[in-house]
């Protein structure tokens, strides 16, 4: 009051009227106002958030790098000049109408709600950085408990900035809006089904960022690489991008590598045909050249002893038989892939280790390899898994055998020669 006084007398000693000095004493002080408002702010961004850098940056802390993070800081100064506004302004308009001053006032007080939820989303922003790169966190969906919380802010926030510019209270807008709940939760259907999902999936710990999913109903076959309140995304393996709803996640199947990624080894189940009329049994000069392959000389020798006290005990003269039962050369070649799958450093002897023989079919006998390879990235996997089976291709013929493949055209070339 004094102010204006002293600027009222100022402007009719020189000369300006008493009527017209009265409205200009109000907007010289609001003037004034201003320049202290803004004034402040430049002083806030200029020294003060420089000073916290400086000091910060000397910390080992980390809850101050996130409550003192440049951005969080810039969106709190700009609560400065709005804030000395609205408590000084009355000051220049005291003695005017309310009209002009509840406007100005309402003006900074929507300004002032704005500023104060852009503080508080940067916040959480600069909160889930921070936290989104500890080790023990990145299979929460922080992201997700993010995008829910600035949903539930800045709904509450428009709610109240409705409020002041109607002149009522945010609770009774709040309370009206109890009728049309069904319309929200319409509206926000999808966020709030998010959240649950990302709830349900975080809670059980069925999906995090980096594992490897397969969802074929949805054309996805890659890694998660964020899960968000609306949407997962996985980059497949040819770099394009699936985005599916995290409620699919929970409603239907899909498949989850990370057990096979943690465990010890990933799976190598695969089979070859052998045509059956390539097995026959041994003879002994079939025994003795597998007796020099360096991986059966053991199985050979062994067969040998047991051939011996076998046909002791039973009084026969017949040095392949074995156990009442003559060998072939398809047992030999099982004997000599286990004993080549157990000598291969790349393959887990910790976990299941083995080589069968499945039902016949019209297309020969399938010998199957099964086994599991320690190392699990894909593209060395699938050379493991190459090797070993060029490795079986290639020493298919020195027991005699043959990989039974459709005719031809070679074939039927080689029967018109004949």
């Not at 017209?20 to 702010?41: H, P």
């Not at 929460?140 to 409020?163: D, E, N």
């Amino acid at each position: 009051m004094d102010i204006l006084k002293n600027i009222d007398e100022l402007l009719i000693s020189w000369g300006v009227t008493p009527s017209r000095a009265d409205v200009l004493d109000q907007f010289i002080a609001f003037a004034l106002v201003l320049v202290m408002a803004f004034a402040a702010d430049a002083i806030c961004r200029n020294i003060l958030l420089r000073a916290v850098a400086h000091l910060v940056k000397k910390t080992k802390a980390t809850w101050d790098d996130i409550l003192f993070d440049h951005k969080v800081m810039v969106h709190l100064s700009r609560l400065v000049a709005p804030v000395i506004i609205y408590i000084f302004v009355p000051v220049a308009f005291a003695e005017t109408n309310s009209s002009t001053l509840g406007f100005i006032q309402r003006v900074c007080l929507i300004y002032i709600i704005v500023a104060f939820l852009s503080f508080v989303n940067s916040f959480l922003k600069a909160v889930y950085v921070v936290y989104s790169e500890k080790e023990h966190l990145r299979d929460r969906p922080l992201k997700g408990m993010l995008q829910t919380v600035q949903v539930i802010l800045w709904f509450v926030g428009a709610i109240v900035v409705v409020g002041i510019l109607i002149d009522k209270s945010p609770l009774s807008l709040l309370a009206g809006l109890g009728a049309s709940a069904a319309i929200l939760m319409l509206v926000f259907k999808d966020s709030i089904m998010g959240f649950v999902s990302g709830v349900q999936l975080s809670a059980n710990d069925m999906l995090k960022v980096g594992d490897w999913i397969a969802m074929p109903k949805y054309g996805a076959d890659g890694t998660v690489i964020e899960v968000t309140l609306n949407t997962v995304k996985v980059r497949n393996w040819d770099n394009t991008i699936t985005t599916i709803p995290p409620y699919l996640l929970v409603s239907d199947s899909f498949q989850n590598w990370r057990g096979m990624q943690e465990s010890g080894g990933r799976r190598v189940k695969r089979s070859i045909n052998i045509d059956m009329s390539s097995v026959k049994f041994c003879t002994p000069q079939m025994l003795e050249k597998y007796r020099k392959i360096r991986l059966l000389k053991d199985y050979v020798e062994q067969t040998e002893r047991v051939v011996r006290a076998y046909n002791e005990e039973h009084d026969i003269d017949n040095s392949i038989l074995v156990n009442g039962r003559r060998q072939t050369n398809l047992g030999v070649f099982r004997a000599y892939l286990t004993a080549y799958l157990k000598s291969l450093p790349a393959i887990n002897q910790n976990l299941t280790c083995m080589v069968r023989q499945l039902q016949p079919t019209d297309h020969g006998i399938p010998i199957e390899l099964y086994f599991f390879c320690a190392i699990k990235e894909w593209v060395p996997y699938e050379g493991v898994q190459a090797d070993v089976f060029d490795h079986v291709l290639a020493i298919i013929p020195e027991f005699d055998l043959q990989v039974f493949q459709s005719p031809s055209g070679r074939d039927f070339r080689r029967v018109l020669a004949d």
